[in-house]
């Protein structure tokens, strides 16, 4: 392979600077043939932009993990190897890359890390790490090679034996006193890519306190090559053992068992996306006694999600096999989770016996509806104790959630996106138990739990974000796919209890609360190129804010980048590149880019209230439904040519 050709493409603005530094530091220090050959590849034939992609910075371990590409947008022969097709037999090359020279430095951060820790904290076991992976390409093999590092630090490690859902792992964790954990996926992100999503002790995605720790370890690894200790751990293999203590617990989501009957005629439709759903989905539905079917095709675990062009269930395509099935059989109820089961998309027959989606939003507001009335109806909850209860969702969940609580007299407490903000404040709340049931917690019942928490804590009623995540307990610190599908099924039985569809359940809440509508437009950013326009863009509206947007007054922004704001529990929230924009007729959009995607995601809010102490008439619902919309359509328009403009 010729340098001068790399100084030559830099020089003609054809290679950045920073991806030829990082491709020669990576060339020397790699002892393998497959980097070398394919770099050479790339480089003789001056595909300077896939060489961009693939060096123009590390990839970056984040608040969570890692995230990243496992196969390039050009394959070389090198990475081709003996296969033909997708995948490739080796995952990428690159530092930009999730592949095994990537895993080795994160995995030899995480124990660097986690040993510290463990001596700061008291840990006198030898620290427990527990993988899990999903069906993506390399998932397997990236987490046998991972926990045998663990291993052979001195850790112990427990694997599943199969893939399994990202909530188990979370579950796991907490089930067996583990120290952290590692889930091999990378949600519903494209089939190139994979992941890396870093647990810690609580069951809890890691913030960014223990994140910046890891990554102080893995900034001291020159290397691949590390020293085995003399006396390493081992790495243990986990069976249904697991899987049963975690099918018993979802069962504890049921508030009303007893409405179940009232569900034998439904039939429902439910499909894993060729994820990992298909472990305990079916078995879930089964247990509850539904009548269903799945998609076969569906049901088969394939990294290649080759039935759709996403496997997302927030995307009505990603639901549309499911959808033919449900029309086919007349099944009343479809049910979708994604790759690593975490995030569970729904659609539904409404009275005029047309399958219509839920957004997420939806989904989550008519679980934080029932299960906060449920509580009261049974006396659980009261005026003496709901101080002592709480909703949590994100900035960008809908605020009909809250107006919700607030009629409850319940509090809410809004935190960042992602989970490990909601699983960081269920830590919080037990860790503000007495010291006598904290360390019993664990083992606690999930009545027992609920019932120390209204005595001297904070009992967590949900916590969802509108990215189709929910969570309805506190044995898991993850937004629950599969538990998603027990609070689900339980509405599902509520509604035929009264004999009215799901959408007539949702117009109830809109008469009563008001109606809220929310939109979410997602913006692609690819490559280094893609990385800087984003960089640009959110430096653009955090510089200089909009004062006006499709002709209304800009009342209040909030800048989340600052780290000064607190929430309402009057805890520091962390920074973000987040703005919050509200307009004085009402609407409010949010800008921030995804922590895990190349993309800019722009939230829209609006909603029209019924009288205080009356509710919405069909008529007014209607007419308030139709102006909210059609107020989005404009304010889309804005946005975009705001935004081509900030570009330009």
């Not at 907490?174 to 994979?194: F, I, K």
């Not at 029209?608 to 102490?613: L, S, V």
């Amino acid at each position: 392979m010729s340098l001068e050709k790399i100084d030559a493409a830099v020089a003609a603005g054809d290679l950045l600077e920073a991806s030829a530094t990082n491709l020669k530091s990576y060339l020397s220090s790699s002892t393998s043939m497959l980097d070398g050959s394919s770099v050479s590849e790339l480089v003789e034939s001056g595909e300077w932009g896939e060489l961009n992609d693939r060096f123009f910075k590390h990839v970056s371990f984040g608040t969570s993990g890692l995230r990243g590409r496992t196969i390039g947008r050009l394959v070389t022969k090198a990475e081709q190897g003996a296969t033909t097709g997708t995948p490739p037999e080796f995952p990428c090359v690159g530092t930009n890359a999730m592949n095994y020279t990537a895993l080795s430095r994160a995995t030899q951060g995480l124990v660097k890390y986690l040993k510290q820790w463990a001596q700061e904290n008291g840990v006198t076991e030898r620290p427990k790490v527990v993988f899990a992976h999903d069906t993506r390409h390399y998932s397997r093999p990236f987490a046998e090679f991972c926990a045998q590092i663990v291993a052979d630090l001195g850790c112990d490690a427990f694997l599943f034996d199969s893939y399994r859902p990202t909530p188990e792992l979370s579950f796991a964790i907490r089930h067996l006193n583990a120290h952290a954990g590692v889930m091999h996926t990378a949600s519903h992100n494209p089939p190139h890519d994979n992941g890396y999503k870093v647990y810690w002790n609580e069951g809890d995605p890691i913030i960014s306190e223990i994140a910046s720790g890891i990554i102080a370890g893995i900034d001291t690894i020159t290397g691949t090559d590390f020293q085995k200790t003399s006396d390493p751990g081992t790495v243990t293999i986990l069976d249904s053992a697991i899987d049963e203590a975690y099918l018993t617990r979802l069962e504890d989501l049921l508030l009303q068992p007893e409405l179940l009957e009232k569900a034998k005629g439904l039939k429902l439709v439910f499909t894993a996306i060729h994820g990992t759903g298909s472990v305990h989905g079916p078995t879930v539905l089964e247990r509850l006694g539904f009548d269903y079917l799945t998609v076969p095709e569906q049901d088969v675990p394939d990294g290649n999600f080759p039935t759709v062009k996403s496997p997302n269930p927030e995307n009505a395509e990603a639901l549309q096999m499911a959808l033919d099935l449900a029309e086919k059989e007349g099944a009343d109820i479809v049910m979708g989770t994604d790759p690593d089961c975490d995030r569970l998309g729904v659609a539904v027959r409404d009275g005029a016996g047309k399958m219509t989606l839920l957004s997420g939003n939806q989904i989550g507001s008519l679980m934080a509806w029932y299960r906060t009335k449920v509580f009261f109806e049974k006396g659980i909850i009261n005026d003496a104790n709901k101080d002592r209860s709480v909703i949590v969702k994100t900035f960008v969940t809908t605020p009909l959630q809250e107006v919700i609580a607030d009629a409850y007299g319940v509090p809410t407490v809004e935190t960042l996106t992602g989970f490990k903000y909601i699983g960081g404040k269920q830590g919080k709340y037990e860790r503000s138990l007495p010291d006598d049931i904290r360390a019993k917690y664990r083992s606690m019942t999930t009545t027992e739990q609920r019932e120390a928490h209204l005595q001297d804590g904070k009992f967590f009623i949900f916590g969802g974000e509108e990215s189709y995540g929910y969570l309805g307990a506190d044995f898991i610190r993850d937004k629950d796919g599969n538990g998603a599908v027990v609070m689900f099924a339980e509405l599902a039985a509520y509604a035929a209890s009264r004999d009215i569809t799901l959408v007539d359940l949702m117009d109830e809440v809109y008469r009563e609360y008001g109606f809220f509508h929310e939109l979410t437009k997602n913006v692609q950013f690819d490559g280094a190129a893609g990385a800087e326009e984003m960089k640009k863009l959110v430096a653009s509206f955090q510089q200089n804010p909009p004062t006006e947007v499709d002709g209304s007054k800009v009342t209040q922004v909030r800048d989340f980048s600052t780290g000064t704001l607190k929430d309402s529990e009057g805890d520091l929230i962390p920074a973000e590149n987040m703005l919050i924009y509200d307009l004085e007729d009402g609407r409010t959009f949010a800008v921030r880019p995804s922590g895990t995607e190349p993309k800019m995601k722009f939230y829209f809010f609006g909603n029209r209230r019924p009288a205080k102490g009356t509710q919405f008439t069909d008529d007014q619902l209607a007419s308030a439904k139709a102006e909210v919309s059609k107020s989005f359509e404009s304010l889309g328009a804005w946005i975009d040519a705001d935004r081509e403009k900030r570009l330009s």
